[in-house]
């Protein structure tokens, strides 16, 4: 009896010779996906440090809305003039009335509105208690019941009770050392704002 490999055979030895070899050749390419797919930046770590665009065309005024950058939420508010109005009646009990910390925003958001004086309408804020890290609530009303009669409207801590006013300001007497921080950003139109950008980058 003829076996299936024995030189009589010569060509199923060539077909099972060549099969071998290239299902040995496809395993190593799967293998070598991985390792090579590791030196490529994920679309996560790509996109954890990139700017983001805001449109706040849409954004009436008195509204917050939230995006994510860094990691972080940022908060935008369009505040409305009323709310403007009110920023210098709060300073006597505020820490950092004039942005002393300079690590808390850019150059260009030390001002009482701490945002782009063209655009002092829109406050653009990291929302990170500077005490814990937890996420203050925005609270726009004035004088509301659980915040006092002086409450002039801002953002309010619930985890330790750190104020702020509607600029960011840090109250006196609460847990947050530090005002709310200022991220770097940019008006790409009036309507959209770019989030992690400088104007020296868009130079």
Known sequence: MTMVDSPSNPARRRFLTGAATAVGAVGVGFAAVPFLSSFQPSAKAQAAGAPVDVNVGK??????????????????????????????????????PNSAVTSQQPPFAVNIYRAREEHERYLVIVGLCTHLGCAPTYRPEVAPQDLGADWKGGFFCACHGSKFDLSGRVYKGVPAPTNLEVPEYIYVTDKIIRVGSTEEEMA
Not at 85 to 91: K, N, R
């Open 59 to 96: 954004l009436a005024p008195g509204q917050m809305t939230t995006v994510a950058w860094r990691g972080k939420p940022v908060y935008v508010v369009h505040r409305t003039e009323r709310m403007l109005e009110t920023l210098p009646d709060v300073t006597d009990k505020l820490r950092d």
